[in-house]
């Protein structure tokens, strides 16, 4: 990891960079994939998965037996985490449920609101390097409880092509039953466009590599919503000298072993605790299975020394991480100066792979400084918002007045004539 001691503020956006391709370079490559699969459906779903997953695949939807006896296939212990887990993810879930909201704004106008489930929604689970089972109960449990009517999963087969069983015993065990064996960008066009197999959705979910992430932008842009610009993962890190350097480390090498293109950020007050800490992180990569992407993953990663606590929220604020861990004796202050964070883990034993897993908040966050602007994920993210109000006669001689004049302000002459007819028509019935 590359040090930097109370760098100038100048240049930290270039310091702090992300290992982003640029986007045009991305397009290029995911555009025509995204236009075969419109073009060919299932045909193209076949061609990619034998040339990017090294599979020839006949049925490109999971037999829904699979599905019904993946839990045969799933060591028992597995079973039992991804089920308190589950409990953890709706238990919290379910308490972001809004009630309907209905108020008598003034005589006669009530206004309401209330929460609708988004019909048709599109599942991405990342199975490349990693069968991400996590992301099913993450995306699936909060479908299902905002009550959407279908609910497509889309995961890469492996070399067999299989889907994996504990991603098909995940997604039996929160109801879902349609999973599509098509990863990458095409799975994403698959679920923008429809083919054969694949319904088309009205929204798109799940973390990816940047390929993923390009093909949802582009989706966007042909109407079909998406949670957020979700890419390649990244942490940062908030230590002094109450933190406990293995506790850190690990945290640092649990992010950076995601993919060569992630990056871990490490902020502290001094040189002495950023050195300790990676010479940890150094210890521990030795004996880490995915030791040759983690090693990639830290040559994009940066160890920030500034001694002041403002300058170092600023710093995180700038750089807007998908997770966030504070582990600093000021706690409450740091924590109350963090205005961008897709999520954040407080204190010594709150590691990051609890969000990841099992402690209930939701792990598909937004990245490359998405925080700024966006949520994670969460039960409002499978509902639509839709208002609602009523008029009585009186409401409407009451406000009526109020809204002709602003029509005719703005010179919306047939909106003032939409208010005056009713007006008119009361005046003549009160005759």
Not at 218 to 229: E, T
Request: hydrophobic share 40%.
């Amino acid at each position: 990891m590359k040090i930097l001691v109370n760098p100038d503020k100048k240049i930290w956006k270039k310091e702090l960079a992300r290992p982003v391709q640029k986007t045009k370079d991305i397009e290029k490559i995911v555009k025509p994939i995204m236009k075969k699969v419109k073009r060919q459906g299932d045909k193209a779903l076949r061609k990619f998965a034998f040339e990017y997953d090294h599979v020839e695949i006949d049925s490109i939807m999971v037999d829904p037996q699979d599905i019904k006896n993946s839990g045969k296939l799933v060591d028992k212990a597995l079973k039992a985490a991804i089920k308190t887990a589950k409990s953890n993810i709706e238990k919290f879930h379910k308490l972001q449920e809004a009630a309907p909201l209905s108020t008598e704004i003034m005589n006669g106008v009530t206004c309401m609101r209330r929460s609708v489930a988004i019909q048709k929604v599109g599942l991405y689970v990342p199975g490349g390097t990693a069968p991400l089972f996590s992301t099913v109960l993450m995306l699936g449990i909060p479908a299902k409880l905002a009550g959407c009517q279908e609910i497509i999963l889309c995961t890469p087969p492996d070399q067999k092509g299989q889907v994996h069983p504990a991603i098909l015993y995940a997604a039996k065990l929160i109801g879902v039953t349609k999973v599509i064996k098509a990863g990458g960008a095409q799975a994403i066009a698959a679920l923008a466009y429809g083919t054969e197999t694949v319904p088309r959705v009205d929204k798109i979910f799940g973390p990816g590599n940047q390929y993923v992430t390009a093909a949802k932008q582009l989706a966007a842009k042909k109407g079909v919503a998406i949670d957020m610009p979700a890419g390649p993962s990244e942490v940062l890190v908030y230590a002094d000298d109450t933190a406990i350097p293995e506790f850190v480390a690990a945290d640092l090498l649990s992010q950076a072993e995601h993919g060569a293109d992630s990056q871990v950020i490490l902020v502290c007050p001094t040189e002495k605790i950023v050195e300790n800490i990676i010479a940890q992180v150094n210890l521990q990569l030795e004996h880490l299975p995915r030791q040759k992407t983690a090693s990639k993953a830290l040559e994009n990663s940066v160890a920030v020394v500034i001694d002041d606590m403002d300058t170092a929220l600023e710093l995180i604020n700038e750089y807007a991480p998908e997770h966030l861990i504070i582990n600093v004796r000021e706690e409450e202050k740091a924590v109350s100066g963090i205005i961008n964070a897709g999520s954040v883990f407080i204190g010594n034993f709150t590691p990051e792979s609890a969000g990841d897993y099992a402690s209930g908040t939701n792990h598909t966050l937004p990245t490359n400084g998405y925080a700024r602007s966006y949520s994670g994920v969460s039960l409002d993210s499978f509902v639509k918002k839709i208002t609602y109000q009523k008029i009585t006669e009186e409401g409407i001689r009451g406000l009526g007045p109020v809204i002709e004049v602003m029509a005719e302000n703005e010179q919306l002459m047939a909106h003032k004539q939409a208010v005056s007819i009713r007006l008119n028509y009361l005046d003549k019935e009160k005759k």
